[in-house]
């Protein structure tokens, strides 16, 4: 599986690809490194994305994540939410169909983070979690660079 690193302002990322498709992208420098025209194209979609998200839009690339069709169907929903913009889990579920619960077990197993955005899923009281490497504090990181406006944390 052709794997591709980068340096992010998160810390190293590397995109995976497997038939033409991003099957994910994980905190860390991966072990193998292969210019694939796809991964190629990720990684600099990505470089721009972190110095502008609202200037690119979705990911315009194909995305293959492995789940189970629950969790498909609410990371397609994910792909929804415009740049600059939150949901709440409960509002995903009745989107997704299921339970806010169930939406958010899904969100955690997403295997292709900010570009299939968990990041901007809210709890209804608060942030919620974040399954990236930095926790909350990249979740945070995330939402501040698209602009959205949080309360102060303690």
Not at 103 to 127: D, M
Request: proline share 10%; glycine share 12%.
């Amino acid at each position: 599986m052709p794997q591709l690193s980068l340096h992010s302002p998160l810390g190293p990322l590397t995109l995976s690809e497997e038939d033409g498709k991003i099957i994910s992208l994980d905190w860390g420098w991966g072990r193998d490194q292969t210019e694939t025209p796809l991964l190629c194209q990720a990684r600099d979609w990505l470089d721009q994305w972190f110095d502008n998200p609202s200037a690119l839009g979705a990911f315009p690339f194909p995305l293959e994540p492995y789940g189970t069709p629950y969790q498909k169907k609410v990371w397609a929903v994910l792909q929804t939410i415009p740049t600059g913009s939150t949901t709440t889990y409960g509002e995903l579920a009745q989107k997704a169909g299921g339970s806010p619960q169930s939406v958010g077990q899904a969100v955690g197993h997403n295997p292709i983070p900010i570009l299939i955005p968990c990041h901007r899923v809210l709890a209804r009281n608060g942030l919620g979690g974040y399954s990236g490497d930095g926790g909350v504090d990249d979740k945070v990181w995330l939402l501040e660079l698209e602009g959205v406006a949080l309360p102060q944390r303690a």
